[in-house]
DNA sequence: CAGGTTGATGTAACTAGTTACATGTGTCAA
DNA sequence: TTGACACATGTAACTAGTTACATCAACCTG
């Protein structure tokens, strides 16, 4: 009833219609107002409000090629290794200008190559990845459209894709190092399904290549605190009890320890207890975790700097590795008790 | 050196011209492929593989009106709280053929005015933002675009924009309640900052509100496990020690947990602890977390589904108000010990 | 006062798709 | 045999911006 203008969005030729100007200053008025004399400027801008003019973000990327948003594609968010991961992502893409999709795959390589499909279908201009190793549709998608793609939480000098990550085998290898050094022998493993998750394969193997004389047993759970929890009945079922258990991420070792708590086994009297991540959770528990540090939110910021690079000036970046250090707590101790 | 094709991306001309078919017919085969006869179909599919077109989404999002995609932002990611919100809205936001841009604003208004800011100029079809009071350049951007926007994690009927949240006044004092009738008198409010955050604010004032004779003290912290693990020491400083420690949020409470744990105050024996949230991780603790089940994940698939409507069909949703319940377990009890 | 420069603005051609409408061919029934 | 219709395809006009180039007036310099 209002008579004249609604229906829908004012577009750019509506706007110069009503200030009766050319397209090209009310472009000027947005992109370069300098260029526009004042009093031309404000009666362009008096029109751009009262027709409640929002310019089109989709018409303006067609035209500088450029949606300034990327996507990421990482497992999960509730474990918070990933979720610290996406801040310093968020964080240091947006410096650049640079918005950020999230996706979680459920480390399912066919939701992978689904969700990276889709975000390549409203625009993204680059991806980051978790892993080396995902489902052939998906690699086939990166090289048919030859988006700029970087693996993460991954070292891998010989892959195709740009590697920016950690040595998971070294660092499995740190952790169970200092469980040898500190007497333990008999020395419980704990991981997540392994199945399509390179990571967690490469610390096993790294374990296995590592030979310290040590009798380890392998218990795999659901990467959470329950799974890290409800481990510990398994472990201390049958099985000769462990001098010290190794949990290949922290989310799983803070789950154990509550299960340890729950049934009245300390740490690190009773059995040494560690894990890999470096959680902030770690440092504040009681008693506080002894890890292997994971730089997650250096690994954000670098591999957001070298996809920013990427989209913004055509310059694949070169994997990088990131240093993965043990970080001594109170969680584990020497052996104590006599075999 | 190649001689032919490279320079850039292809587009539906140069695949037209190559297939000696028209640009119509290029279309075709993309959206409505049975349209198009299959030899001329292959014709055209050959085309697009040797000149690796990708088709532009910004040319489409031009001709939809639809980018497919909205924002969404949170304070931070760090809060076990916010990764579980944003998971549940970008699953069901999937399932809408949305996906979610994430954007962290500290709390600080002005970042939050910002980003969205910039989620608008990248094409944001819509908004889901956290509580709802925010800077006056922030209504005035949304009053401005018109986006459709929904805040969260706080219910408000008389909201300009719809919310679709709980009461958190209500969550606070179910909580209290809970405290005072299992005979607690002095109790410790340990809570995060209140300027800006009026989720916090609401809590408080809805403690205030709640005439049930009991001492309160209050106690600000840092939202963190750190925070919580550091305000225990405060709490047993020099003021009388509190029956039971009530913290406006989980994470806080389970930091508290271990800054007890590490004094050697046992809960619920020496003092009764409580949070409010409810994260899977206040379950798994020892003794695990009374708290208040705020329903998050609900929250995250019902703002997901009504923003979907909304950007899809113009339907804008009312506010809705998810219920808060009170969680009994082990880290409350009776009062014990005789005044 | 002519000629050059600067500043402000307009025209129209781009960017890369979608789609309404027109056209042409082939099949089938009357 | 011809009209009716389906089917396949093409033409050109859309979508909403940016921008190279042209134009014109005003000012300054020689």
Redesign the interface.
Known sequence: MAGTQDKKRANLRDVAKAAEVSVATVSRVLNAPDAVSPKTRERVEAAI?TL?F?P????R??NSGR???V?ALVP???N?IF??F??AL??TL?AH?L??????TETDPGIEAT?AK??????AEGLIVTGVSHSAEFHALIE???LPTISTSYYDAASQMPTIGYDNAAAAQIALTHLAELGHRRIAVVHGPARGNDRTQARLSGLRALDLGLELSRFETEI???GG?AVVEDIFADNPRPDAILCLSDVVA??AL?GL??RGIAAPNDVSLMGIDDL??S????PALTTVHLPVTRMGKRAAEALARWVAHQEAPGSERLPASLVKRASTAKRMAPR
């Open positions: 409000r409640r929002v089109s973000a989709a018409a990327a067609i949606t300034r948003f996507g999960t968010l509730d918070a979720a610290r996406l801040a968020e964080k947006g200008q918005s950020l999709v999230v996706a979680t969700k889709g975000l390549i279908d409203i625009g048919r459209t030859m959470s605190l329950r929890s803070l789950g509550f708590q729950g902030p959770s440092a504040v528990a009681v």
